[in-house]
């Protein structure tokens, strides 16, 4: 199955895309096959959540459109670059300077304050931060008082806030958020996933979530869904109803 995200009316070219990806892992009779010629776009300034039940190979997926893991066979292209031909150094610079990364344990530096931890990929990239964007990603987050803190003097719900700030402003072409609410209260998750919201309504930034939480998904402007390493259906303005019902008959 195809899934093109076709369904928003938009012609640019996607800033993620997967063609005919498989992923095996193994030899023999011990082979996993985790993707199963997987095809799939995500549009530019869009919102896309990747579900489907455990071991249905979402976070395989995710790995291998971040240029985290290698595929097997097929090819992924994050805007114009096919990344499975890239080499190593190339693929680390274009990881850099093109891809955000949220995760779920937040991944920040202890030493650092929260504003040192949300420069940090700009300073390593040898580039001057763009103060303008660097104030109006902290106010979409809602940090501006707690920039002088360090992880430990935060909630995990403003580490995670963090982690956002940091994915957004080295305003790379797309974030890949891998379960981003996962250590979260409700109240937390849901500030979060806001802020999320928000970066691709008002900043045009493109997120691609792994999540399991219907909650979480209906937040999204897409989601697709996974079964056995293949993509087998997709929902647009999704709610947390219609997610939860999808992922049951998957599951059934």
Do not use: W
Request: aromatic share 4%; glycine share 10%; with cysteine.
């Amino acid at each position: 199955m195809t899934v093109t995200g076709a369904e928003t009316g938009r012609r640019t070219m996607p800033a993620v895309a997967a063609k005919g990806v498989t992923k095996i892992y193994g030899h023999g009779d011990a082979a996993v096959h985790a993707l199963r010629g997987v095809d799939v776009g995500f549009d530019t300034g869009a919102f896309t959540a990747i579900m489907g039940p455990s071991g249905s190979g979402k976070s395989t997926l995710m790995h291998c459109l971040a240029g985290l893991d290698t595929v097997t066979e097929g090819e992924v292209r994050i805007g114009d670059v096919d990344i499975t031909r890239l080499g190593d150094k190339r693929l680390t610079l274009l990881r850099r300077d093109r891809v955000g990364f949220i995760f779920q344990a937040f991944n920040l530096l202890p030493t650092l304050t929260a504003e040192q931890n949300i420069r940090l990929p700009v300073d390593i990239a040898g580039r001057q931060v763009d103060q303008e964007l660097f104030d109006t990603v902290i106010g979409t987050v809602g940090l501006a008082d707690r920039l002088g803190h360090r992880p430990s003097e935060l909630s995990g719900g403003q580490q995670q806030r963090v982690a956002v700030a940091r994915a957004l402003i080295s305003k790379p072409q797309v974030i890949f958020a891998d379960e981003p609410t996962g250590n979260l209260d409700s109240r937390s998750g849901a500030e979060v996933l806001s802020f999320l919201r928000t970066s691709v309504r008002d900043l045009h930034q493109t997120i691609v979530m792994v999540t399991h939480d219907p909650v979480a998904a209906s937040y999204a402007d897409r989601v697709v869904f996974l079964r056995d390493g293949a993509l087998v259906t997709e929902l647009a303005a999704p709610t947390p109803q219609t997610v939860l019902d999808t992922l049951l008959k998957l599951e059934a």
